[in-house]
């Protein structure tokens, strides 16, 4: 799955959440996603992360291999929101059935920067 099929089918399911794809390129083993949120308030919406990382656990079962995940999130007004990491391990983890859905959530939601 090549990084303009991989935006394409993130988008189509992010897009009725108020969640934008506005990049995504895949660099040294990284993806990396920026997308701004509709969501009014500060800093990064965590419900919004779980919906991008349920996603692409859903695209690993369509054939994508997991990446280290980096996402920038801003809001609609291009103000930067922050930042949160997926790495590859853990979502490789999750798909064994060795990380549960809390404990994937609970390990992204602690690696949240925000500005």
């Known amino acids: 799955m090549d990084d303009s ?15 934008y794809v506005t990049d995504l390129t895949t660099d040294e083993g990284t993806l990396r996603i920026e997308y701004e949120t509709a ?7 965590h419900r919004e992360v779980g919906r991008v990382l349920n996603r692409l656990l859903a695209l690993h079962e369509e054939g994508w291999d ?8 801003s809001s609609i007004e291009e103000e930067p929101r922050g930042t949160w990491r997926a790495d590859a391990e853990w979502l490789t983890a999750h798909a064994r059935g060795d990380l549960s859905d809390v404990d994937l959530s609970q390990r992204v939601i602690d690696t949240i920067e925000e500005p």
């Open 66 to 73: 997991p990446l280290d995940v980096r996402a920038d999130v």
């Open 39 to 45: 969501s009014p308030g500060d800093g990064v919406p």
């Open 5 to 19: 099929d991989l935006r394409e089918r993130l988008e189509q399911r992010l897009m009725s959440h108020g969640v």
